[in-house]
């Protein structure tokens, strides 16, 4: 196993097989028993390979997975991030089952993100089996509900991730060559417009219109953006009146927020809060709920420094990439701790019946992987 394409260019029809038998396995994030059953596969493939692994049980979702190895060892661990959970409901395949197409690998979940998967169960499967693991521990974290925002997997993950000196996650890749340095942060909030309900024919002046307060509203949430510095506040949903002649008495928006920097995400929350104060009509009350759901991932001195590490131990070439939506390494950078992201394979269709993975990435993908976990300092 000396040279690491080489040997995964001869590894490519099992990864295709491997990819083709997780996609067979559906696991929507709402199907716990289904993503139970993977996690119980998993854990059995993983201590065939001499980890110690931890089931977290889990009672909304599906159980997460720790898997460990060389545990015991003194050096900072790697730890590599996956998620379980896809958005295509069961018996989706009944409609659409997997196929193969020229290059790629059709199939539900296949990019986002059992592509990632198939790449770190066989680089570690193939490190272990040729004595290649380096002499610190790995650590390889499974959840189930990356997909609604990981709120019941982020404490783990925060937990697990505690002085590792690297954090890999296996999104999918977004180009060739990429890694994903900066991702956005998301915040999901409400804002909800009390007032009075009245007539709106006999008697509108006795009534507290609420859909009115929030049209003067959406203005100024509108307002919180900075596309200067990457930052949106964009109403994305309105609910608001039961009949054509009924005053409404409650309205209510969701706001959808992303941010490229900590301090956006703090400038934004204090000025939302702050507008529960502001209602524009004399009698209507507006409350606001929600936060930020993930912090973004900076393209701060840190990331700086992580690529640059990458690119030295690394002899391939790396390109970065930032996106928009937020993964499970937004919740390690913003810890501190070196991450790179999407580090799975090349593809398209995320969440889409056109959903596929580029199979000769599979090999490039694995071939970075494993370099990052046996090279890194």
């Not at 490519?12 to 097989?17: I, K, R, S, T």
């Not at 993983?46 to 889990?58: F, K, M, S, W």
């Not at 018996?91 to 990632?116: F, H, I, V």
Request: proline share 7%; charged share 20%.
């Amino acid at each position: 196993m000396d040279d690491f394409a080489t040997h995964f260019e001869s590894q490519l029809g099992a990864m295709v097989w491997t990819l083709s038998g997780l996609i067979e396995a559906e696991t929507p994030t709402s199907a716990k028993s289904a993503i139970d059953e993977l996690v119980g596969w998993l854990q059995t493939w993983a201590e065939d390979l001499g980890a110690v692994t931890t089931i977290h049980e889990q009672t909304a979702v599906g159980n997460f997975l720790e898997c460990r190895w060389n545990a015991d060892l003194p050096t900072p661990p790697i730890l590599i991030l996956c998620h379980l959970d896809t958005v295509h409901p069961l018996g989706t395949l009944d409609a659409r089952p997997a196929y193969t197409e020229g290059d790629y690998l059709y199939g539900p979940g296949s990019y986002d993100m059992k592509g990632g998967i198939t790449i770190a169960q066989t680089v570690l499967q193939e490190l272990v089996k040729y004595q290649r693991l380096p002499q610190r521990p790995i650590i390889l974290f499974f959840n189930s509900d990356e997909e609604i925002g990981s709120p019941h997997s982020r404490s783990h993950i925060e937990q697990v991730a505690q002085g590792t000196a690297l954090a890999l996650v296996m999104e999918p890749a977004p180009a060739p060559n990429t890694v994903v340095t900066e991702r956005k942060g998301v915040g999901i909030f409400q804002m909800v417009a009390l007032g009075k309900a009245a007539h709106s024919g006999s008697n509108p002046d006795d009534g507290v219109n609420a859909i009115e307060e929030i049209a003067h509203q959406i203005g100024k949430v509108s307002a919180l953006s900075d596309r200067t510095l990457g930052t949106t506040v964009i109403p994305t949903i309105i609910h608001g009146g039961t009949t054509h002649n009924v005053i409404p008495d409650e309205c209510d928006i969701t706001i959808n927020v992303r941010v490229r920097y900590q301090y956006e995400a703090d400038r934004v929350l204090t000025s939302l809060n702050n507008l529960s104060n502001e209602a524009y009509l004399p009698e209507a009350l507006l409350y606001i709920t929600g936060g930020f759901t993930r912090p973004p991932m900076e393209h701060n001195t840190l990331m700086e420094q992580t690529v640059a590490t990458a690119r030295r131990v690394v002899p391939l070439p790396i390109e970065e990439f930032s996106k928009g939506g937020g993964s499970d390494g937004n919740f390690t950078a913003a810890m501190g701790i070196p991450t790179l992201d999407g580090l799975g394979p090349l593809g398209g269709g995320a969440h889409s019946e056109d959903e596929r993975v580029f199979i000769p990435s599979l090999v490039d993908r694995a071939t970075l992987l494993a370099y990052l976990i046996c090279n890194w300092p």
